[in-house]
Structure formats: C-alpha cells, structure tokens
C-alpha cells in the first residue's frame, strides 16, 4: 500500500512564525504536491516537484516555498505566517506518467495561525 | 484554462438507494478522470481512475463512467450505506499542463446517507 504520511495533524502557530510542514512518501513516487484546501474554493496546489530539488509553482506560491532534498520527502514553508493562510494543507504523490498514474494523498495538517 | 464543476454541491439519500454524483469538465484534452473520497478532517482516498481512452471503471459498489467528448462524469453507488457519507470530488489531468500529473479539482459532492 502506498504510505503518505505528515508530520502533523493538527498546527497552532502565531502570527510572523515560520512554520515547516512535511511530508514523506514511500513508493518511489517522482511527483510530490503541496495543496490547500478551503470551504468553497477547491484544492488549490501551492508547489510541485517533479525530482530531487527540482520544484515548480502552482497556483498560488506567494508565501510559500518548498524544498526536496530527498526523494521521499517534500517539506512546504511558511517563511512568515499569516491569519490568511489558516487553512487544511494536504501532500500527494505520483509516479510520473500520462493516463494511468494516480495521486495519492497523505491525511493532512490542520494549521491555525493566530 | 480547464474548470471542474461539481453539481449539486449536497446530496442527503435514504440507506440502500442507488445514487448518481456528476462531474463536468470544460476541455476534453485530459489525460485521466480521477475519483476521491474525503472524510471530514481526512486526506483524500483514491477511489476510481479511468483512463481517457476508457469509458467505464468499477469498483465493488462503484462505478465511474467518462464521456470525455462531452466533458462529463458521474460515480454511480449503488445501495448506498452510511458509510458513504462523505465528501466526493473528481480531478481530472488536463493534457496541456505540461508534466508532473497536475489535476484540476472540483469542489466536491457532500453526501450524507440516512438511516
């Protein structure tokens, strides 16, 4: 089974803090997705990286960046912390491919910036 | 630029019907349709893919179906339990999004099924 895993469930953080969210996958996968998902707009993907320290923006990257230096792990930063990016954060994985690679998708980190 | 449209946005069924979920997309030019199941608080669990060449998968009680000339999709449940109460999303994977399998989300069927 494929094993997607955060390093939170759940985040409280104040205002101008930088905040590290991780996330480690253990198939292999090149693909590793940073999304955030709020009522009524969607998942919506923050940054992708498509290989080892190979990264590219998605949507909506102001405020955040990413680092993979490894293979199985994708880490999304919060350079400073803002009440606006209160939100669920959620990490996939996929092998690279056209029609039938799947993503797969970790439980996610509630974060709350107070 | 693709967009995925989930209607209706609620859904509440008696236990044991049969029930149908849609999914609309504006661009045909997709490589798959991908179905998700979302618990309240949880991650998403894949639940179908189908291939843009295909134009059904089934799994247990699920079926997904593709009609990718006219840009639809449904997940039909069949004798709903409620242990499908759940939110319900499909993504599709636009072809001109370049590599990386990018998706395209909607915004989710929530389903509530009633004793």
């Known amino acids: 089974d494929v094993k997607v895993t955060q390093s939170s469930r759940y985040l409280v953080k104040r205002t101008g803090e930088k905040v590290f969210l991780e996330c480690v996958q253990d198939?292999?996968?090149?693909?590793m997705f940073w999304y955030r998902q709020d009522p009524g707009l969607g998942l919506r993907l923050i940054y992708f990286?498509?290989?080892?320290?190979?990264?590219e923006k998605g949507d909506i990257p102001e405020g955040y960046s990413v680092s993979r230096e490894k293979k199985e792990r994708f880490s999304l930063i919060l350079e400073s912390a803002s009440t606006n990016q209160t939100s669920m954060y959620l990490c996939?994985?996929?092998?690279?491919?056209?029609?039938?690679?799947?993503?797969?998708f970790g439980p996610g980190t509630r974060l709350t910036v107070t | 630029k693709q967009e995925v449209t989930q209607i209706p946005a609620a859904l509440s069924v008696p236990e044991g019907e049969n029930l149908v979920l849609n999914c609309s997309f504006t661009d045909s030019a997709i490589y798959n349709l991908q179905w998700f199941r979302q618990d309240p608080g949880k991650g998403l669990t894949s639940l179908l893919l189908i291939q843009s060449s295909q134009r059904e998968q089934t799994s247990g009680r699920l079926n997904a179906s593709l009609d990718k000339s006219s840009g639809r999709s449904t997940l039909y449940i069949a004798a709903s339990q409620p242990g499908d109460s759940a939110t319900y999303l499909c993504a599709v994977r636009p072809v001109f999004t370049g590599g990386g399998n990018k998706l395209t989300f909607g915004t989710g069927t929530q389903l509530k099924v009633e004793l």
């Open positions: 198939m292999d996968h090149e693909n």
């Open positions: 990286s498509y290989d080892v320290k190979m990264k």
């Open positions: 996939a994985s996929s092998f690279e491919g056209l029609a039938t690679t799947e993503q797969y």
